[in-house]
């Protein structure tokens, strides 16, 4: 027996009597409170309460305001221990074994909510512990509701009752080893809220006999069809059947319920095909009722033709595949003939995220994610859309209930530390990657990620791992070259070495300047680059030829331009003595000189707002360019355009932009670097115009997105690769204002001793 001595149980209810005695019941079956107290209107003839429960008469509670009243002003009165324990008809105790003293060290504890701003998430009120310090706190008349009371305490008031009275409110992880409610931890909590989660605390049988005792209003309420939907989701079919002709009654001709009926009634009537604690028959190991069977994927025996466990099985073979339309197909279908399929809702929500369809996305996987809460695969899918949403806290809340259920899902522990990137979160990043790897050594996307959370925290080692991108193809790199062996060595004196542009434009012109670094040590180095580039890399020093990509020139051996660093062992947070290494031709900046004209008073600036819209970042790291127009409606300034392609279109759509001088419309390098030779500054996003006219040795200032990419580190307006550039952070994901605002003042004292040369 659990002793509370220092714990007042409460409930309020003037509505659901036998209901509500039903949770005390429960809350005493292994505890015993200092006092418990039932405040209620009239107790009906036939409900019995434990031994021990006192009842208090109080006013009806015809509505939740007068619930909420109760609850913020009047519960003081019937206090005389420490703490109360507030419970509900659908919230109470449901494991004594996770009580810990550390609850009682708080002056509110309830179920986190995570759509709530941070610091405002604990949380929900229906099963909550409440200090008496909290209730006489609440007597202010400063205090007054805001929506629910819980609302009241712990969103609108919290700042203040933790300032003016030192309140404690719990930590989320606790709140979540307390109770939960919308947002399901991992383990057993103390307790729980909402008629929706019945069908994780309730057995089945229970469920259907309490149907019964619902009234109208409860048959009618939104929980009681979201219980329905999660019980036939759950193959509880026996307890969906009830919920459902309870349903009807209340709402005739509901739709949803007349098709769950009709579903489960068959499924009662065929009962199940494989039995519930037999193995499951798909070789997991698990019990069927824990596996396909609460899935909703049926048993893996041949099912006829149009049936929802056959089509799920060739949505997701089409899904593996990568034919998604024909996969929604099959899913579609599935859900049109059994609406509480969880699978095929599941994993038309994946879908939706992969198109970012996020609308149609979240409502499927956080319902399927409620129905199943045991599914680590699901709360790893529920984080990828809220990642994709930029709601990284939440992603990351999802990422941990899945690998609080499966420690060594990898899937979870790799998405978990990009979030935690998101955030800036790199050295908690890098131990999530990690513990990926422990698992699985050879997962080289992984490895890869573990190099740009090391590489942005200074790390040298981080170069061994960003070797990971040659065994990752969709990032560009290869893993040979026919013929000629990979360069492992700094001996290279008499020996020609081919050295292989295999990233990005921006990586080849930042990593360049290594080419001279083995001509120092005696080799002749030959650079395979893209034509658009192979001008501006025959300047660099130390490089004999640039050839064609398809060229094969005879060579001792080769190696990646982006392996270069790692092989003479470099910083990862640059090298500014190399600057300038890029150059542009001479005679093209005199040309552009001449198309310039004659020099005014007003600054020359140039403006790249958007990348390749192919990275996999480049949602956060390109600029709208409307987001830019305050600076290009500045008078002291001539904008001219480095943007080439991409991005180009929203010209016509800013206005502000028709102050941008356009001065050639192709995509030549070349050109850009003789136009930014003349100009006093160049403004741009984190793209290969950045890197050009930092390796020119030119004024840049660069625009970086909250999470920035390694070579840019994690703070700070300087940079060691480019000693000519300033780095403008954003401080919110995907918030420019601040960004074009510090620009802003930052050109009130324009960069005049950078001018052009």
């Not at 120092?520 to 030959?526: C, E, P, S, T, Y």
Request: glycine share 8%.
């Amino acid at each position: 027996m659990l002793e509370l001595p220092d714990v007042t149980l409460v409930c309020a209810d003037t509505l659901n009597h036998a209901l509500a005695a039903r949770a005390i019941a429960r809350c005493c079956e292994r505890i015993r409170y200092g006092r418990a107290l039932f405040l209620t209107d009239a107790l009906p003839a036939g409900i019995a309460l434990p031994p021990g429960v006192e009842t208090r008469e109080i006013a009806p509670l015809a509505s939740r305001e007068a619930y909420s009243t109760l609850m913020l002003k009047g519960l003081a009165r019937h206090l005389e221990s420490s703490h109360a324990l507030v419970v509900q008809w659908d919230g109470y105790v449901v494991n004594p074994d996770a009580w810990t003293g550390e609850f009682l060290a708080c002056d509110y504890i309830g179920a986190p909510w995570p759509w709530g701003p941070e610091g405002s998430r604990v949380g929900n009120g229906g099963f909550s512990l409440r200090s008496r310090r909290l209730l006489d706190a609440l007597a202010d008349p400063r205090v007054v509701l805001q929506g629910n009371e819980d609302e009241t305490i712990g969103v609108h008031q919290r700042g203040w009752l933790e300032a003016r009275h030192g309140l404690r409110f719990a930590s989320e992880t606790l709140a979540s080893r307390f109770s939960f409610e919308v947002a399901y931890p991992v383990g057993r909590p103390f307790g729980f809220h909402g008629l929706f989660n019945f069908c994780r605390t309730v057995p089945e049988d229970e469920i259907a006999a309490l149907t019964a005792t619902f009234s109208d209003a409860i048959a009618r309420s939104p929980q009681m069809l979201s219980l329905m939907r999660n019980c036939a989701a759950l193959g509880q079919s026996r307890a969906a059947l009830a919920l459902a002709s309870r349903i009807l009654p209340a709402e005739p001709r509901h739709p949803e319920a007349e098709r769950v009926r009709a579903d489960a009634d068959r499924a009662v009537a065929r009962g199940p095909v494989v039995g519930r604690n037999d193995p499951c028959p798909c070789g997991s190991g698990k019990r069927y009722k824990q596996c396909h069977g609460a899935l909703g994927a049926g048993s893996g025996a041949a099912p006829p033709a149009r049936d929802p466990a056959a089509l799920v099985r060739a949505g997701a073979e089409s899904h593996r595949a990568g034919r998604l339309d024909e996969a929604e197909r099959a899913y579609r279908e599935a859900l049109a003939l059994a609406p509480g399929n969880a699978l095929a809702d599941h994993y038309l929500g994946v879908i939706a995220t992969h198109r970012r369809n996020l609308g149609e996305a979240m409502p499927r996987l956080e319902r399927t994610v409620a129905a199943h809460p045991d599914e680590p695969e699901f709360h790893v899918h529920l984080g990828l859309a809220y990642a994709a949403s930029d709601r990284f806290d939440d992603a990351i809340a999802c990422y941990r209930r899945a690998l609080a259920l499966a420690p060594d899902h990898t899937g979870a522990l790799n998405n978990l530390g990009l979030a935690l990137q998101e955030q800036n979160r790199r050295e908690e990043a890098a131990d999530a990657y990690r513990r990926a790897l422990a698992v699985d050594p050879d997962a080289h996307r992984i490895r890869w990620n573990l190099a740009m959370a090391r590489l942005s925290l200074g790390d040298r080692g981080g170069w061994r791992d960003y070797e990971a991108r040659l065994s990752v193809p969709e990032l560009g790199g290869r893993a040979a070259d026919p013929g000629m062996p990979r360069l492992d060595t700094l001996d290279v004196r008499g020996r020609t070495i081919l050295v292989e542009s295999e990233q990005g434009l921006g990586d080849t012109f930042q990593f360049a300047r290594y080419a001279s670094a083995l001509a120092a040590r005696g080799a002749r180095v030959v650079v395979r680059a893209p034509p658009s580039v192979r001008g501006l890399l025959r300047t660099v020093p130390g490089v004999d030829e640039v050839v064609a990509p398809d060229a094969r020139p005879r060579c001792d051996a080769w190696l990646p331009l982006a392996s270069l660093p790692g092989l003479l062992g470099v910083s990862p947070s640059g090298d500014p003595d190399a600057i300038p290494y890029l150059h542009a031709d001479p005679t093209l900046v005199s040309m552009v000189r001449s198309e310039l004209g004659e020099r005014r008073a007003r600054l020359r600036a140039g403006l790249a707002w958007a990348g390749n819209p192919a990275h996999t970042n480049d949602r956060r790291r390109s600029c709208p360019l409307a987001a830019l127009a305050p600076l290009l409606a500045r008078t002291d300034v001539d904008w001219y355009s480095l943007q080439r392609g991409d991005g180009e279109d929203q010209i016509a759509h800013v206005p502000a932009a028709s102050r941008l001088h356009l001065l050639d419309a192709r995509n030549d390098f070349d050109r850009k670097a003789a136009l930014i030779e003349n100009l006093d500054l160049v403004v741009s996003v984190d793209t290969s115009i950045a890197h050009l006219a930092g390796a020119l040795g030119r004024p840049v200032w660069i625009l970086l997105p909250c999470a920035a990419d390694w070579r840019w580190g994690v703070a700070g307006a300087a940079t060691g690769w480019y000693p000519t550039a300033t780095l403008f952070r954003q401080r919110v994901v995907g918030d420019w204002t601040p960004v074009v605002a510090d620009v802003m003042r930052a050109l009130d004292d324009p960069p005049r001793k950078h001018s052009a040369r």
